[in-house]
Nanobody, 126 residues
Framework: QVQLVESGGGLVQAGGSLRLSCAAS????????MGWFRQAPGKEREFVAA???????YYADSVKGRFTISRDNAKNTVYMKMDGLKAEDTAVYYC????????????????????WGQGTQVTVSS
């Protein structure tokens, strides 16, 4: 059983930056592809970014060039640096862990993920 705990959310002005962290415990972190999703009120959870076991990264078009996902296997932590934040980035951000055999695989749908954190709120004021 893997436990995920997100942190780093908060209130920021448009154009500002935040760095989210997701600390994992209870499993072999390097066995999981990791992803960030977000969910705004009244909307479905949507893919934001993912990083494979081998470190390959993937982004939603809406955040490409502004967000950067990374992982530190020694610290069992995945990060997401968010720059150039916009009001439409306001949401609860969740990290997920996808246990996969393939080193380059990643998931861009919630159903691909086996474990989820509790979420962290990001609010961008315009």
């Amino acid at each position: 059983q893997v436990q995920l705990v997100e942190s780093g959310g908060g209130l920021v002005q448009a154009g500002g930056s935040l760095r989210l962290s997701c600390a994992a415990s209870g499993g072999i972190f390097s066995s999981y592809a990791m992803g960030w999703f977000r969910q705004a009120p009244g909307k479905e959870r949507e893919f934001v970014a993912a990083i494979s076991r081998s470190g390959m990264t993937y982004y939603a078009d809406s955040v490409k060039g502004r967000f950067t996902i990374s992982r530190d296997n020694a610290k069992n932590t995945v990060y997401m640096k968010m720059d150039g934040l916009k009001a439409e980035d306001t949401a609860v951000y969740y990290c997920g862990a996808d246990r996969t055999y393939y080193s380059s695989a990643y998931g861009d749908r919630p159903g691909h993920y086996d474990y989820w954190g509790q979420g962290t709120q990001v609010t961008v004021s315009s």
